[in-house]
C-alpha cells in the first residue's frame, strides 16, 4: 500500500518478449479459446494423520473437479484425481503427481487445453545459508524423507509444466500453497496487491484521512499562530494556555493518553523545536500530501483502484532478496519447513542464481501458459473454515469470483476480484498471475469469456 493508505493503479517491471509486431500479435491470438480436447490433473493433498495435516485441500480439487465439468466441458474421465480419497495408487506421493503431469501432456497438440491444480504444503529448499531459496511443493512422503529428493522443485514444475507444452496448445496451473509467487518461474507476473475498493473501505479511508488532515491543519494553524505573534503563549501557565486556545477555537483533542484533562496537550506538549520554520515547513507538506490522498479516494468510486504490479517477478526479487516472516491469522498454514540445511561453506553458491536467461530464449516465446499462484514467495496461504467447510483461501475466493462472474472472466480481472475475495475474508496473502505476454492477461480464464 502507499504511505497514505490509497489504492493506487500501476503497471511496472521487466518484459522478456515483445508483443508490438502485428504478425507475431496475430500468431498468438489465433487459438484464444480452446478447441481441441480438455485434460485435468489435481492433486489435493491433506497430509492425514501427521504433523502437516491440513483439511481442506481434498475439497479444492473436488469443488475445482465439479466446476471444470459443470461450467468448461471438461469429462471426468479426462480429470486425473491425485489425492489421500483415491486409491492408494493415486495418493499424492512426488512420482505419482510427476506421472501425473507427464499423462497431462501425452499427445498433447494445438488447440488442446491442460488444467493442472495443486493444493498442499508448499516451502522453499536452500542448499546453504548463501543460496537464494527455491519454491517447491510438498508431496507425502517430504514429511519424513530426505529433501531435495522428496519435494519437487519449482525448476521440476519448470521442466514438467512449462518445457513439454507444444505452440497452440493452452495450459493453465493453480497453486494454492505457501510461496508460490514465482513456482513457474515465467516471464510476465502480475500481483494485484490490493483489491480494488469497496464502499465501506472508501468510507474507512476517507473517515481516517479526514481525521489525519484535521489533525495537521491545527498543529499548521498553531506553529504560524505561534510564530507570527497571533498567539503569544510565552510566560503563561498552563491554565491560561487552555484558555487561550480555547479563546483562539482550537480543537480539543483527549484521545492522547498523556493528555492533563484539558483536551490541549497534544499542543501545549510540542517540543520547542518544532515551532523551528523547517518543522513548520514539514508539517505543511505533510498536510498537502493528505489533502491531495483524501481528493483522490473522493474520486474513486468502488470497484475502481487496484493497485498492480506487472513484471518479471522472479527478477524483481533476485535484485531484492530479503526474507521476512508474516501470517498472525488464526488458521492453519499450507507452509511445511526445510527439516534441515547444509551449512558447508564449499556448497555455497551465488546469490540470484536461477532461470533467468532460461526465460530468455525464443523457445518461450509461443507458449500459452498462465499459473495463478495462492501468495507471494514470503508468504503463505490460509487453509481455513469457508463457508461452512475446510478450504483454501485461495480457491475460494477463486471459484467465488468465477461464480460471480457467471464463470466467464479474463484472467487479469479474475486475478483482481480474487484479491477482493481475500481481502473481504481477511485473507492477509497477496495472489499472483504468471504467462508470458502481457497481452495473455486478457484472454478469458480456460478459454470462456
Known sequence: RTSSGLASCSAMGNSCSSTDAKPE??????????????????????????????????????????????????????????????????????????????????DAKPGDLLFFHYSGHG????????????????????????????VILDTDIHKNLYDPLPAGCKAVCLFDCCHSA???????????????????????????????????????????????????????????????????GFPKDASDLRDDGSGYSYLKDLAIQTLCNESVQKAQGLLDEKAKALAQVLSLKPGEGAQ????????????????????????????FPQPQMDTSEARAKPLGTGLRDVLRKEKYTDHQLWVYSGCQDDQTSADAHVEGIYQGAFTWAL????????????????????????????????PALSTCHKMYLNYGFLGKK
Open 123 to 150: 516451502s522453499q529448499y536452500q542448499v546453504d545459508k548463501k543460496s537464494m531459496p527455491a519454491d517447491c511443493i510438498c508431496p507425502l512422503e517430504c514429511i519424513q524423507q530426505e529433501w531435495p529428493q522428496s
Open 308 to 335: 498492480i504490479y506487472i513484471g518479471n517477478l522472479e527478477e524483481d526479487e533476485q535484485e531484492a532478496y530479503k526474507a521476512k516472516d508474516g501470517q498472525t491469522k488464526e488458521v492453519r498454514i499450507r507452509y
Open 25 to 106: 500479435y496475430e500468431a498468438l491470438t489465433a487459438a484464444a479459446s480452446a478447441t481441441g480436447r480438455k485434460r485435468a490433473v489435481l492433486v489435493g493433498i491433506n497430509y492425514v494423520n501427521t504433523r502437516a495435516e491440513l483439511r481442506g485441500c481434498v475439497n479444492d480439487v473436488n469443488n475445482m473437479q465439479k466446476v471444470l465439468v459443470e461450467q468448461y466441458g471438461f469429462q471426468m474421465s479426462d480429470i486425473m484425481m491425485i489425492n489421500e480419497d483415491q486409491d492408494k495408487s493415486r495418493w499424492p506421493y512426488k512420482k505419482v503427481i510427476l506421472e501425473g503431469m507427464q499423462w497431462l501432456y501425452q
Open 182 to 248: 514465482t513456482v513457474a518461474n515465467l516471464c510476465e507476473t502480475m500481483v494485484v496487491k490490493e483489491g480494488p475498493l469497496t464502499e465501506a473501505a472508501k468510507q474507512k479511508l476517507v473517515a481516517n484521512l479526514t481525521k489525519q488532515k484535521d489533525a495537521l491543519e491545527t498543529k499548521v494553524r498553531f506553529f504560524q499562530e505561534v510564530n507570527s505573534g497571533k498567539l503569544d503563549i510565552k510566560k503563561k501557565s498552563r491554565e491560561e494556555l487552555n484558555e487561550l486556545l480555547a479563546k483562539k
Open 399 to 430: 471459484l467465488k469470483a468465477l461464480k460471480a462472474d457467471g464463470f466467464a472472466e479474463s484472467y487479469r480481472d479474475l486475478l483482481i476480484q480474487i484479491k477482493a475475495n481475500l481481502e473481504t475474508g481477511r485473507y492477509k496473502q497477496v
